[in-house]
């Protein structure tokens, strides 16, 4: 009994010492694999600054393998993938990192979001969007719905994307009344390809209700009228944007002077369209005007308009019917259309000058100008 008593009391402060060592080794390697990852990550950090991003992702890998419950560096490794365009490499770091039960709500979303963005870049839409669709009720939601309202541009789904841009300016986001106007004359040219009046017309209503002073909707029921051969209609729709957007009015003016010579509407076409000339003169009005029977002086226009399309239509005419005057204001216009094009452009940068350089002063190149101008090339 004594034997083993002595025993015991000899094994308990070994069995203490030991123990004390093992946990210093333990505090030891755990301060190296805490210096080391942070090392791992800041040689990361000035690799990538560098633009050394091979490298870059090496050190954060090993950072990562040092310290693998660290979620900011699993979020900056995903970032470089997807920068990378690794974006195999990039879903796989966040979908990780959603599989971990000890992520925090926040960095649970965060990573929601940064696989969402994987998914897009992938051109994974249909996984994009599911993605994004979870972050509705999170931090991330307004730059979630944002993102699905691209998506849905991109893929052509307007009643999704003007749902989510209702959603977006219900929220206070901003004003999304002109892009639903879009949306809805899209779905109403959608409808008519299917032959569906009834839809187009819904959509025309919805698009004038969505957005009251755009110009799309108005271009576009007068247009579909027009088509349908109903021109009082056709006209009645364009003189509102002729009253409203009188600027905007020259994209249908021909169809205008169209319309109005169908249903015999040719003197009220040629006073109203006659009025807009003398206070908004363009080509688009004075072509209408011609189609009418009434078209002005195309001398005086192309002198207070020298474009290349004034000279052309001036040039048109009959021979007998140019002048000193014409010739003249047609060569100022093919001069001030050609001033851009008489210029020399570097091919390394796209730097252009009017000067021939053997150096870019963009650059820094040589010999990178074409001797041709670009008009020439």
Known sequence: MDFDLQWLLVGLPVAFALGWLASRFDLRQQRRDSRDAPRAYFKGLNLLLNEQQDKAIDAFIEAVQNDPETSELHFALGNLFRRRGEFERAVRVHQHLLSRADLKAGERDRAQHELAQDYVKAGLFDRAEEAYRALDGTAFAAESRLALLSLYERSRDWAQAAEIAQRLEAAGAASFAARIGHYECELALQADQHGDGAAADAALA???KAAPEAPRPLVLAGERAARAGRHEQALAAWDELRQRRPD????VAGAYAESAIACSRQESARRELGRLF????????LRALERLGSA??????????PTLSAAQQWLAQPRAAWSEEGVAAAREALARAAAPLQRFRCAACGFESRQYFWQC??????????PERIEEL
């Open 206 to 208: 919805r698009a004038r």
């Open 248 to 251: 905007d009015f020259v994209l």
């Open 278 to 285: 003398a206070e908004r003169p363009s080509l688009d009005l």
């Open 296 to 305: 002005p002086p195309l001398l005086p226009f192309l002198q207070a308009h």
């Open 361 to 370: 002063p963009g650059c820094l190149s040589w010999d990178s100008f074409p």
